[in-house]
C-alpha cells in the first residue's frame, strides 16, 4: 500500500512537469543599506563523522518555504532536466565539503548550501549576462565591497575559499537586514537589497504586507527563491520525485599547499593521477594560468594528492634558468614570461609553435575565448624553463596538448585513434614510454593539430531544441558550457530572442 502510494506521488508529479518555469538568473545587487541586527536561523550541527553529506544538509534546513505555486514549476524543470543535475553535483563534489562546513560553521541555514547550483551550477568561470562571475555570481562592485580582489592575475569571484567567504558575509548581513526573513534575502541577494527594500517601503506605504509573496518582484527575481526551494525537495525526499542523488563524501575534497612566489599550475600535472581538470577548477581565480607575483601564494589540490603535490614543487629550483630571454620587469621565479606583439597575419598556433608552448596555455594565460589574433595585440608567452622535466616539443610533439590518464584496457593503438594521431608520436612525445606497456593511472601527453582539434569538436557537437521556458543561460548550464560559448556556436545568438522550436548547436564538452 504504501509502495504504491509513494508510486502514485511520483507520477503525479511528473505528469505535472510539461513546462519548465523560470528565467535566466543575472544578479544586480545594490551597496547595502543600514542592517538591522537580528540572529540568524540556527542550524543544526551534525558529527563530522556522518557518512552521508546529504543528511547533513537535510538536518540544518530552517528556511521556511513561501506558498508558491512556482516551486512546483521549478521541481518540473529539474525533474525534466536530469542532464543539469547530474553535472552541477559531479562539479559541486569538489566544493560542497568545503561550503558546508562554512556555512554550519555560521549557523545558517543550510539550504544555502545548494545555492550554488541555483547560481553558476557550480561553475567556478560561469559569467552572467550582467558579468556576474564565480560560484557564487559576485558581480566586481559588489565582489570589491566583500573583499574580493580582481586583478590582471587573480579574480577571487572565481577562487573557491575567497568566494565562498564573501558570499556568506554578504548573505549573513542579508538575513539581518531583512530581520531573519530568508525568502526576502535570497530575493536581495539575486536583485539587490535595495530594490527589495524600495519594494517593501512601496507596500508598506499603500498598506500592503511585505513578505515574499506580497512584493510585485521583477520576474527574474519571483523565480530565483522557488528554485532553491524546489532544490530543497528534492534533496529533503529524492526518492519521492524518482531522483538519485550522487555519493559524495563527507569528506574535505581539497586542501591548501603553499609555495613560495609565482609557479605554472601545469607544472603540478607532473603528479601522477593529477589532472589539469582539478587543478583547473581547483584554483579557477588563477587566470593567467599561474600563481601571481603578488599573492595569494597558494595552490588547492584534492586532499589524497597534497604530499606528492608539496614533494614536486620542493623539487623545483628556486630561480628557473630561462630557455629564451625574458623581460626584467615580470616575476623571475619559477615561472618565465615574454611579451610578443602579434604581427600580421599571426595565428594561435603559430605563435605556439614559436615558443614551444601550448594553444590551452596561450589562451588561460591571456584570457582568449577564440583563436583569432589581432594585429598589434600583446600576448604574455608562459616560457618553458631548463628544469622543466616535462618532455620537450620533438618533431610532431606541437599542436594542442592533451593530457590522457591511462585507464585499465587502454592500448597505444587505441589511444592514438582516439586523438586521431599516430602510435609513433605518442611514443615520440613521452620518453620512457616502454613499447606498449602502459601502466594504469599513467599521465602521457598527446599532441593534437589544430585541424584534428576541429574535427574532435565535431564529434561532440548536437542540436539541441528549444523547449517552453527555456532561456540560453539555462540551456548554457544544461550542457555544462558557457553563455559566450553558445553565442558563438550559434552566430552571436539574440538571447532575448529565443523561442520553442528553435534549434542550437551545442559542443558537449566547450569548444
Not at 537589497?193 to 524600495?198: D, E, F, L, N, Q
Not at 594560468?289 to 620542493?314: D, I, M
Not at 628556486?318 to 615574454?338: C, F, G, I, M, N
Not at 614551444?356 to 600576448?379: C, F, M, P, W, Y
Amino acid at each position: 500500500m504504501g509502495t504504491a502510494l509513494a508510486l502514485a506521488g511520483i507520477l503525479l508529479t511528473l505528469a505535472a512537469c510539461s513546462t519548465p518555469g523560470g528565467s535566466g538568473h543575472a544578479k544586480r545587487p545594490e551597496a547595502a543599506t543600514t542592517r538591522q541586527k537580528s540572529p540568524d536561523r540556527q542550524a543544526t550541527l551534525v558529527p563530522q563523522t556522518e557518512t552521508d553529506i546529504w543528511q547533513r544538509l537535510r538536518a540544518g534546513f530552517a528556511i521556511e518555504p513561501p506558498n508558491d505555486p512556482q516551486i512546483e514549476t521549478e521541481l518540473c524543470w529539474y525533474i525534466d532536466h536530469p542532464l543539469f543535475l547530474e553535472n552541477a553535483w559531479g562539479r559541486g563534489s569538489r566544493y560542497l565539503f568545503h561550503i558546508l562546513n562554512e556555512v554550519e560553521r555560521r549557523g545558517l541555514p543550510t539550504e544555502l548550501a545548494l545555492l550554488p547550483v541555483v547560481e553558476s551550477a557550480f561553475q567556478t568561470n560561469a559569467v552572467s549576462p550582467s558579468n556576474a562571475v564565480g560560484l557564487w555570481q559576485f558581480l566586481p562592485e559588489t565582489g570589491k565591497d566583500y573583499g574580493l580582489q580582481k586583478t590582471a592575475w587573480v579574480d577571487q569571484r572565481r577562487d573557491v575559499i575567497d568566494s565562498t567567504r564573501a558570499a556568506l558575509d554578504y548573505l549573513s548581513a542579508l538575513g539581518r537586514q531583512f530581520n531573519g526573513d530568508w525568502a526576502l534575502a535570497l530575493a536581495a541577494y539575486n536583485g539587490g537589497p535595495g530594490y527589495v527594500s524600495r519594494m517593501c517601503e512601496t507596500n508598506r506605504g499603500n498598506g500592503r504586507g511585505i513578505g515574499f509573496m506580497d512584493l510585485p518582484l521583477r520576474d527574474e527575481t519571483r523565480c530565483y527563491v522557488p528554485k532553491l526551494m524546489a532544490l530543497r525537495k528534492l534533496v529533503e525526499h529524492p526518492e519521492r520525485y524518482g531522483i538519485t542523488l550522487p555519493d559524495i563524501p563527507n569528506t574535505p575534497y581539497f586542501t591548501t599547499v603553499d609555495v613560495e612566489g609565482p609557479i605554472r599550475l601545469d607544472l603540478l600535472t607532473a603528479v601522477q593521477t593529477l589532472g589539469s581538470d582539478d587543478i583547473r577548477a581547483l584554483n579557477a581565480g588563477f587566470h593567467r594560468g599561474s600563481t601571481p607575483p603578488g599573492g595569494p601564494h597558494r595552490l588547492l589540490v584534492p586532499v589524497g594528492l597534497a604530499e606528492q603535490a608539496r614533494s614536486q614543487l620542493a623539487s623545483m629550483p628556486r630561480e628557473a634558468v630561462p630557455l629564451l630571454p625574458v623581460s626584467t620587469d615580470l616575476p623571475q621565479r619559477r615561472v618565465q614570461w615574454k611579451r610578443h606583439q602579434v604581427q600580421a597575419g599571426e595565428t594561435l598556433t603559430g605563435v605556439a609553435s614559436r615558443y614551444r608552448v601550448s594553444i590551452a596555455a596561450l589562451r588561460e594565460a591571456n584570457g582568449l575565448h577564440t583563436g583569432t589574433l589581432k594585429n598589434g595585440q600583446d600576448l604574455l608567452i608562459p616560457l618553458p624553463y631548463a628544469a622543466d622535466s616535462r618532455p620537450g616539443p620533438r618533431r610532431g610533439c606541437d599542436g594542442e596538448r592533451v593530457l590522457h590518464r591511462v585507464a585499465a584496457g587502454d592500448s597505444l593503438w587505441g589511444i592514438a585513434r582516439r586523438y586521431q594521431v599516430d602510435v609513433k608520436q605518442i611514443s615520440a612525445c613521452n620518453p620512457g614510454l616502454n613499447g606498449n606497456a602502459l601502466a594504469v593511472g599513467k599521465t602521457l601527453y598527446v599532441f593534437r593539430p589544430a585541424e584534428a582539434t576541429a574535427v574532435a569538436d565535431a564529434s561532440r557537437r548536437e542540436t539541441y531544441t528549444v523547449r517552453s521556458g527555456d532561456t540560453a543561460w539555462r540551456i548554457a548550464q544544461n550542457f555544462g558550457v558557457s553563455l559566450e560559448q553558445l553565442q558563438r556556436w550559434n552566430g552571436g545568438l539574440r538571447t532575448q530572442a529565443l523561442k520553442p522550436g528553435d534549434q542550437l548547436t551545442v559542443i558537449r564538452g566547450g569548444g
